[in-house]
C-alpha cells in the first residue's frame, strides 16, 4: 500500500465515501471498479421520483466536494486514484433519465468510463486546473454530463 493509502482508515466514514466504499482501493483501474460499485446504488436511486434522483445527485455532488477535500488532505496528494466518490456521482449523472436495463447500464458504463479516461475539451482544462475537493468532482461531473447527452442520444435514435 503506498503511504499516501496509509494515512485513510476506512473506519473514518469520509474517506470509506472517497474510496468508494473501498472499491478505489483496486490495485488495477480503481476508477472502473469505483464505476461498477456504483451501479447497485444507482439501481436503488432509479427507483426515486425524478426529483429524488436530482436531489440524490446534488447532495452526493456536495457531499463529494467535502469529503473528497478531507481525504485528499488527509492524503496529501490531490485526487489520488483511489479517491473515486467523483465516478459514483459521474456514473449517476450519466444514467439520469435513462430506463433501467442490463444493455442501458453496460452501455452508460462504457460511455462514462471513455468521457473519464479520455478527457476531452473542456473536462482536461477542469481537470488539470481546477483543484480541492471542486475539481476532484468537477471533471467526473462533465464525463457524467457528456455520456448522458450520448446516452440521450442513442435511446432517441434507436427509438
Known amino acids: 500500500m503506498d503511504k499516501a493509502l496509509a494515512r485513510l482508515s476506512l473506519r473514518n466514514p469520509l474517506h470509506l465515501c472517497a474510496l468508494g466504499l473501498g472499491s478505489g ?7 472502473t471498479a469505483g464505476t461498477v460499485a456504483a451501479i447497485p446504488l444507482y439501481l436503488l436511486l432509479a427507483q426515486l421520483p425524478l426529483s ?3 436531489l440524490a445527485l446534488v447532495v452526493s455532488f456536495v457531499f463529494g466536494v467535502w469529503c473528497c477535500q478531507k481525504a485528499s488532505d488527509d492524503m496529501g496528494v490531490h485526487d489520488h486514484g483511489a479517491i473515486v466518490w467523483d465516478e459514483f456521482v459521474g456514473f449517476w449523472i450519466t444514467m439520469l433519465l435513462v430506463p433501467v436495463s442490463p444493455l442501458n447500464i453496460l452501455l452508460g458504463f462504457l460511455l462514462f468510463r471513455l468521457f473519464d479516461i479520455v478527457k476531452p ?3 482536461k482544462v477542469l ?3 481546477v ?3 471542486f475539481g476532484i468532482m ?6 457524467g454530463v457528456f455520456a448522458a447527452i450520448s446516452m440521450q442520444i442513442i435511446l432517441l435514435v434507436l427509438n
Open 25 to 31: 482501493l483496486s490495485p488495477k483501474a480503481p476508477g
Open 121 to 123: 475539451w473542456p473536462i
Open 52 to 54: 429524488g434522483y436530482l
Open 131 to 133: 483543484h480541492g475537493g
Open 138 to 143: 468537477i471533471d467526473d461531473v462533465l464525463a
Open 127 to 129: 481537470d488539470k486546473k
